[in-house]
């Protein structure tokens, strides 16, 4: 998520436009290393192509309703 956030900040630096008027967002697809300790969500296979971009269009679907866009 720091990632996110931090990159949220950047853009809002260089672009005026408000933090208030934007959201991070994070769509954990699992991971290619299933031994790490550190990894923060499921351990699951990592998922790839057209299942990822279904999970990327699904949600965006849903927030435009929501949020605009």
Same mark, same amino acid.
């Given at each position: 998520? #720091?990632?996110?956030? #931090?990159?949220?900040?950047? &853009? ?5 436009? !408000?933090? =208030?008027?934007? %959201? !991070?967002? *994070? ?9 790490? !300790?550190? &990894?923060?969500?499921?351990? =699951?296979?990592? *998922? ?5 971009? =279904? %999970? ?8 435009? !309703?929501? &949020? #605009? #866009?």
């Amino acid at each position: 998520m #720091g990632i996110t956030v #931090g990159k949220l900040t950047l &853009y809002t630096d260089c672009t005026g436009v !408000p933090s =208030q008027r934007r %959201l !991070p967002v *994070v769509l954990d697809c699992g991971t290619n290393n299933l031994a790490d !300790p550190f &990894y923060i969500s499921r351990l =699951q296979k990592r *998922v790839h192509g057209e299942k990822c971009e =279904q %999970l990327v269009d699904d949600f965006t679907d849903a927030a435009k !309703p929501k &949020y #605009g #866009g």
